[in-house]
């Protein structure tokens, strides 16, 4: 809808000022060409106000894209840090913070992924294991500090990555901007029209369509990076994915023969809920 409301918009915009060109000189041809540079004068600082406002919508735009895929990477590369550090962990903890990784990693496919594109809430099947790390860390507050201490930083390092790709969904531009933005190359578009000389050439007509296809891409293009999760431009799972493959792969070879606590989803299974202190 956004974008059909967008095209509509710059192409109403170049339909009107051409019609009120092309009637502005058929009532008063001479006086038209008097108003040229007048009417150029006035253009000029609206082209100006329009390409600033682009120019600064397009850079807050891509740094939000940007900081979502940094984030995207980094929760996946702290989940396996967390399952690598749990190593020097001793048992029964090491097994339950690994298999929890595992169990988080697979639910923010399952679960919290597939909403990134809508609102970016978190999703309750992911947060059960996040708090479900916190059990096997009282455990060893009382036994191994300094485990504890790279465990918690792990942990909290993967909280913050998953809170930032959380509100990097988001759009980083209001709505009201974007419309604003719309409305003020709308009207650069339609003043270009408006004044083009009676004695134009094959390349005026060309020039301004083309100008008029660049200011309409780049609405789209900002509309489309604005949410990283979703379009023709988007982030995708990949990083997590990879994450899955290597701790679940991991986790058989450490813990041969040991079910993990969820399915292939990331849903807790209800052999593990019914288990004593889960």
């Not at 900081?67 to 399952?83: C, I, M, T």
């Not at 134009?200 to 609405?219: D, E, I, K």
């Not at 606590?261 to 019914?274: F, M, V």
Request: proline share 6%.
């Amino acid at each position: 809808m956004l974008t059909i409301i967008t095209i509509a918009a710059m192409a109403a915009a170049l339909a009107i000022g051409l019609a009120a060109n092309h009637y502005r000189r058929r009532r008063a041809p001479q006086a038209a060409d008097e108003e040229a540079a007048p009417i150029s004068d006035l253009i000029s600082p609206l082209e100006t106000l329009a390409v600033l406002l682009v120019a600064f919508v397009i850079v807050v735009a891509a740094e939000s894209f940007g900081s979502a895929g940094q984030a995207v990477g980094a929760e996946a590369h702290r989940v396996d840090q967390l399952y690598e550090v749990a190593d020097y962990a001793p048992e029964p903890q090491r097994e339950r913070i690994q298999a929890d990784a595992v169990c988080y990693a697979r639910a923010i496919l399952a679960y919290e992924w597939p909403q990134m594109d809508k609102d970016g809430r978190k999703s309750p099947e992911v947060s059960v294991w996040s708090s479900d790390f916190r059990r096997p860390f009282k455990e060893l507050a009382r036994t191994d500090a300094d485990i504890l201490a790279l465990l918690v930083d792990a942990d909290d390092q993967r909280s913050v990555a998953r809170q930032t790709r959380l509100s990097e969904a988001a759009p980083a531009i209001p709505r009201i901007v974007y419309w604003f933005m719309v409305v003020a190359l709308a009207a650069t578009i339609g003043a270009f029209a408006f004044g083009l000389p009676a004695k134009r050439s094959p390349s005026h007509m060309v020039l301004l369509f083309v100008l008029a296809a660049l200011f309409t891409g780049s609405l789209l293009l900002i509309a489309d990076i604005d949410r990283p999760f979703s379009g023709q431009i988007r982030i995708d799972s990949t990083a997590m994915e990879d994450t899955v493959g290597d701790i679940g792969e991991d986790f058989t070879e450490d813990h041969p023969g040991r079910p993990l606590p969820c399915d292939s989803r990331g849903a807790r299974t209800p052999d593990d809920a019914e288990a004593p202190g889960r």
